[in-house]
């Protein structure tokens, strides 16, 4: 492999954007050179390449191209290689998909966070449990009709499962707890494949001078 042309991903292992790109591209059959970010010391090439300073961001210098963001990143993947029995990116312009997508980033996640940092208390906490299980809801009713979100797994599935694993993280019983069988079956359908073992390791800290560390994304598997 051919390592000076393959693009590169500035990543951090546990979250949950990155993870999006990380698996996208795993699924896409997409070599890169992984990055490893520390977030709380940012190294001036990677704000330099994206001055906003998050993660993920994915640079493909020999096609002049830098994506900054995970949504971009995963439709991008898809696009670029749709793995064989996948629903194309077209889900992503229906209205019930958008509507997911969209009570995710503005109801779920800031409820998730809230939770997860322990920020809330008393009425408010009670607020953010219901945000929360109002999104679950919705998701099992969909998720008990069909195995993915929409009939075939697709760009919405990764948009959506890492941040829920974030709250399974924080409390590996909510789903049990709730009765959301449907969203736990499908959850764990993601995180136990094998290309979330793939992308979920442990890399050390970005320097400059480090050797590249090659993520070989030709592993054949698939989702279904
Ligand atoms: N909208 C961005 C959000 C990415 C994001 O917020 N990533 C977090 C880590 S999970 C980050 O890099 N935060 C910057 C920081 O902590 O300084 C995306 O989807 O790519």
């Keep these: 492999m051919d390592i000076?042309?393959?693009?590169?991903?500035?990543?951090?292992?546990?979250?949950?954007?990155?993870?999006?790109?990380r698996t996208a591209l795993a699924f896409a059959n997409i070599d890169y050179i992984h990055r490893e970010i520390n977030l709380r010391d940012k190294h001036p090439i990677f704000l330099e390449t994206s001055p906003k300073g998050t993660v993920p961001v994915f640079v493909d210098t020999h096609n002049d191209m830098i994506i900054d963001e995970s949504f971009d990143i995963v439709v991008y993947a898809l696009q670029t290689n749709l793995p064989k029995g996948w629903m194309n990116n077209e889900v992503l312009d229906?209205?019930?998909s958008q509507v997911i997508f969209e009570k995710l980033n503005k109801e779920a996640i800031p409820a998730i966070r809230s939770i997860k940092y322990d920020v809330t208390h008393g009425a408010d906490r009670d607020t953010a449990t219901d945000q929360i299980n109002q999104y679950l809801l919705?998701?099992?009713?969909?998720?008990s009709k069909h195995r993915f979100l929409v009939d075939q797994p697709s760009a919405l599935d990764l948009l959506v499962f890492p941040n829920l694993r974030q709250l399974t993280?924080?409390?590996?019983?909510?789903?049990?707890?709730?009765?959301?069988?449907?969203?736990?079956r499908w959850l764990d359908c993601w995180i136990s494949h094998p290309i979330f073992k793939k992308v979920f390791v442990t890399h050390p800290q970005w320097e400059e001078n480090q050797r590249p560390i090659v993520t070989d994304n030709q592993h054949g598997y698939s989702m279904i």
């Design 4 to 21: 000076s042309t393959l693009p590169v991903l500035y990543s951090f292992k546990r979250c949950p954007y990155a993870i999006r790109a």
């Design 94 to 96: 229906l209205k019930s």
């Design 138 to 143: 919705d998701l099992d009713a969909l998720l």
């Design 169 to 184: 993280i924080h409390d590996p019983q909510w789903l049990k707890k709730y009765g959301f069988a449907s969203v736990e």
